[in-house]
Nanobody, 122 residues
Framework: QVQLVESGGGLVQPGGSLRLSCTASGFILDYSVMGWFRQAPGKKREGVSCIRTSDGSTHYVDSVKGRFTVSRDNAKNTVYLQMNSLKPEDTGVYYC???????????????WGQGTQVTVSS
């Protein structure tokens, strides 16, 4: 089974930017879509954005539209999430997942990374 590893999280001030990466141990083209999710303390894991690996078409939840950009590099088996104009409410653990786009999960199953913490605070 493929393994996913996220990186790029950290502490950033409101209005700042971060770029997250999700690298797969296998081919991301084996999956139709790669998704980014986030989980704030005490809340469900919720979809933020996703990208179709074949043609690069994208989806965003309304709260991040115009601020976040998802992209992929199939040759590197890596998916990125560029996050600009960050807000405190963007704080949470960010996960990538294979073959999932959107939705919210209390007890997620499937192929997930270990997550990377993003904290937006002054």
């Amino acid at each position: 089974q493929v393994q996913l590893v996220e990186s790029g999280g950290g502490l950033v001030q409101p209005g700042g930017s971060l770029r997250l990466s999700c690298t797969a141990s296998g081919f991301i083209l084996d999956y139709s879509v790669m998704g980014w999710f986030r989980q704030a303390p005490g809340k469900k894991r919720e979809g933020v954005s996703c990208i179709r690996t074949s043609d690069g078409s994208t989806h965003y939840v309304d709260s991040v539209k115009g601020r976040f950009t998802v992209s992929r590099d199939n040759a590197k088996n890596t998916v990125y999430l560029q996050m600009n104009s960050l807000k405190p409410e963007d704080t949470g653990v960010y996960y990538c997942a294979a073959d999932l786009c959107g939705g919210s999960y209390t007890d997620p199953t499937g192929v997930w990374g270990q997550g990377t913490q993003v904290t937006v605070s002054s």
